[in-house]
């Protein structure tokens, strides 16, 4: 065959059409005639935003009934600020991939939460079951957070929980907890089963009034214990109930009543919060126990000058900010430690300012002394110049503290004195009124 009849083969091998199509053959990728190029919609329930496929958001929308479409690929579920009275087994179970489920501020009662409500749950990490009107959650169903072993954060505040609601099992299988706030109940004991990992116990405003030891032998990893506005009184803490936490950091005990510092502290403790107690005496050794102290708070107790040791303090050395306001003081506490930055004393009856109390604190930024009885006929010679040598010495100074005004005034009362340092903003405030 000559090269002519080899072109002409070829040029009707092109014009011919192609093999017809096949059936499953077609790119599925590409949109055919009356078909859309964007992907279906997701599953969404009615009212409620998906943002994402992992994500709905039902906050607010005055649900009564638990949504019944929800996609299995949640991980993110909030149904908070809605009317719900209960939680169905049946919709909760399908949802096995959750890690965070809010249900704060709802109408659920300990009746309309089911024992097995969570059982498969497994992934979840964060629960909110906090602020329920009406008829609050008063127990928790044993086993209920049994198989909960990566829940990070649970939280039951505001709720009407008791001793008898809680047993030992409750959170004992919570294997990952860190955060448990149980605050604005009804128990009147630390619960019992406390896991290792918990780092956070917020006991706030309940009706505690005995802490004791064994319970928080569980708890050695606690680093923050709230027990503000509890019942603790005189014996509620007693000596050495805390010894089991080893490693906490603070302790919060506003408002309990105590009539004096707690003994035997855990040693390593750092921040030491006790103001709105009856507290009226602070010994040599009342603070021997916490020497890594950097924050004590003694604000509003019953502290008189003649009831503070002058050596309370000695072995606080990393002391940095210590609140007295709101005591009975007539003077300045001796032997303050010398790395403070911060010194509050208002509210006082303080009569007197000389500037032995005041030597050596060249770390001092804020000094707090406002309403007190102080005259500047009672400011002794050179308290001043210790708080001007500070600033001098810092080359920081940019005001001059006032000196004594002309005779007439010496017996002028001076209502509020505030003597302040900010380093962030290289000046010292001075405010007199």
């Known amino acids: 065959m000559g090269r002519p009849t080899q072109w002409l083969s070829l040029l009707l091998l092109l014009l011919l059409p192609g093999p017809l199509p096949v059936a499953g053959m077609e790119d599925a990728a590409f949109p055919h005639l009356g078909e859309s190029s964007q992907p279906p919609p997701r599953a969404c329930p009615p009212r409620c935003s998906c943002p994402r496929v992992d994500t709905v958001d039902c906050d607010g929308l005055d649900l009564r009934v638990f949504p019944d479409n929800i996609t299995r690929a949640a991980q993110y579920l909030s149904l908070q600020n809605n009317q719900l009275q209960e939680l169905p087994y049946n919709e909760l179970s399908r949802l096995s991939g959750l890690r965070t489920l809010n249900l704060h501020n709802n109408l659920i009662s300990s009746e309309g939460l089911p024992d097995e409500a969570f059982e498969s749950l497994t992934q979840l990490q964060h629960i909110y079951v906090a602020h329920n009107k009406n008829n609050l959650i008063s127990k928790v169903p044993r086993g ?3 198989r909960q072993t990566q829940l990070r954060e649970l939280y039951l505040q505001h709720n009407q929980l008791t001793d008898s609601g809680l047993d030992a099992t409750t959170f004992s299988k919570l294997h990952s907890l860190e955060y448990l706030d149980l605050s604005h109940n009804q128990l009147t004991t630390v619960p019992a089963g406390l896991p290792r990992t918990l780092a956070i116990l917020h006991l706030g405003r309940n009706r505690i009034r005995q802490v004791e030891a064994a319970r928080l032998h569980g708890a050695r990893g606690l680093r923050y214990l709230l027990l503000q506005h509890n019942q603790l009184g005189s014996s509620g ?3 050495g109930a805390l010894r089991p936490l080893r490693g906490l950091h603070t302790l919060h005990l506003y408002g309990n009543g105590l009539d004096r510092v707690p003994l035997a502290l855990p040693r390593r403790l750092r ?3 006790l103001p709105h107690n009856h507290v009226a005496t602070l010994g040599a050794r ?4 916490t020497p890594g102290l950097m924050e004590l708070n003694l604000a509003y107790n019953r502290l008189t000058s003649a009831r503070v040791h002058h050596r309370a303090f000695r072995r606080l050395r990393a002391l940095r900010s210590l609140d007295l ?7 300045l506490p001796m032997g303050l430690p010398t790395g403070l930055h911060t010194l509050r004393l208002q ?9 032995e109390p005041l030597t050596g604190l060249d770390q001092l930024q804020e000094l707090s002394l406002a309403h007190n009885r102080l005259r500047v006929g009672d400011i002794g ?7 001007q040598a500070l600033q001098v010495r810092h080359r920081l ?3 001059t503290i006032p000196r004594a005004p002309p005779s007439p005034c010496l017996h002028c009362h001076i209502p509020n004195i505030l003597v302040s340092w900010s380093s962030n903003q290289n000046k010292k405030m001075v405010r007199v009124g």
């Open 237 to 239: 803490l007693p000596a």
């Open 347 to 355: 509210r006082n009856q303080l009569r007197m300012l000389e500037p």
């Open 271 to 273: 921040a030491l919060v």
């Open 144 to 146: 209920a957070l049994s």
């Open 325 to 331: 306001a709101g005591n009975q003081l007539t003077r």
């Open 381 to 387: 010679p050179g308290t001043w110049h210790e708080l």
């Open 286 to 289: 009342d603070l021997a126990a």
């Open 397 to 399: 100074v940019s005001h």
